[in-house]
């Protein structure tokens, strides 16, 4: 895994939980790109002070937790395989680590982020299955990585097509404050987790234009049936409607939509009129968010097949991060009937 905020929080987790697994070592390797923080490398400062103090500061991660500048030898030998990176950088890691993996090993990916071009929709877990040839799994939820450091109740989704291998990635992640539900729905875990990103930058323009909660509940209401529909247009029956109600689904929007980072930026993009990557800057130590891309992303395959006015609130999100319109336009054409989304897979074809 890549270390910064959800990494670290991934490695805090599973470094106390290997050490009551028999069946694991108890050592836990993560990747580090290197940098210098202050007059010495991030490497050093995580294996000596047990603590990532740029993109986690004041929690400890436990000491059989070791941090490596080399992705390549983090994976050598290593038989469960936890992949954390923006979305846009994950075939460059792939490339670096292919060659290197066990042909038994497993992944699971957490990355909230899919593939959507004018053809269609390219998952995660697909991209590193296609490179590294191993089962892979999926994990999202409404899980801010600050609250899970400092160990607030919360829940997780993992998808899993491998009923035993589930148990495995349950026994890895579960404690007693980090809750796992698993379910036999790869894709929709990744789906939710991504697009609830766009739906939390809609929610973070109403937070900057102060239009209050009534407005706010309405804009994820609508967002939450668009990634729905999208859901069905792109994938038919292959994403389960259950999903939607698990943590990666409902509970994530929620929560992406009062405390994430993508709200954030977006209220601060309204209030200040920087541009998205000024602000990823500024707030977020150069941090990417996948809110924006992902808007960008949706908007070309729903452009391509013509469907725009299906998703008025997709659309409205786009034209406002890329084209320059007024935050307020977010309200143009909310007026789709979603009524009959749940008798058919694809109602905008």
Not at 36 to 63: D, F, S
Not at 200 to 218: M, P, R
Request: hydrophobic share 40%; proline share 3%.
């Amino acid at each position: 895994m890549r270390v910064k905020s959800r990494g670290s929080t991934a490695a805090r987790i599973i470094g106390s939980n290997v050490l009551k697994l028999p069946d694991f070592d108890n050592t836990v390797k993560i990747w580090v790109y290197e940098e210098i923080v202050g007059r010495n490398k991030l490497t050093e400062i995580i294996n000596t002070q047990h603590e990532n103090v740029k993109y986690l500061p004041g929690h400890k991660l436990p000491e059989n937790v070791v941090a490596v500048a080399d992705a390549a030898e983090v994976v050598r030998d290593a038989t469960h395989i936890v992949v954390v990176i923006p979305h846009q950088f994950i075939q460059n890691l792939l490339d670096t680590i292919h060659g290197n993996i066990l042909p038994n090993a497993q992944a699971i990916s957490l990355i909230k982020g899919i593939g959507i071009s004018s053809q269609g929709m390219t998952t995660m877990t697909q991209i590193i299955h296609r490179t590294l040839t191993i089962p892979v799994s999926s994990l999202s939820g409404a899980n801010i990585a600050n609250e899970i450091a400092e160990e607030k109740y919360c829940e997780t989704t993992i998808g899993c097509s491998d009923p035993d291998e589930a148990i495995v990635w349950r026994s890895l992640f579960n404690t007693s404050y980090f809750q796992v539900n698993c379910v036999n729905d790869v894709i929709g875990v990744e789906f939710c987790g991504a697009l609830k990103n766009i739906v939390a930058v809609g929610a973070g323009f109403i937070d900057g234009l102060g239009l209050g909660n009534n407005t706010k509940a309405a804009i994820i209401r609508i967002g939450f049936l668009e990634m729905r529909r999208l859901a069905m247009h792109i994938s038919g029956a292959q994403i389960q409607d259950s999903t939607f109600m698990e943590s990666c689904g409902m509970a994530d929007v929620i929560t992406t939509c009062y405390g994430g980072r993508n709200r954030r930026l977006a209220e601060e993009f309204v209030k200040t009129g920087k541009s998205m990557p000024q602000l990823e800057q500024e707030l977020l130590n150069g941090q990417k968010l996948q809110g924006y891309l992902t808007a960008g992303e949706v908007h070309s395959y729903i452009n391509s097949c013509g469907v725009n006015d299906h998703f008025p609130l997709f659309t409205n999100i786009y034209e406002i991060c890329y084209q320059g319109k007024h935050p307020r336009t977010i309200f143009d054409g909310l007026n789709v009937d979603f009524s009959r989304d749940t008798l058919t897979p694809s109602p905008v074809t």
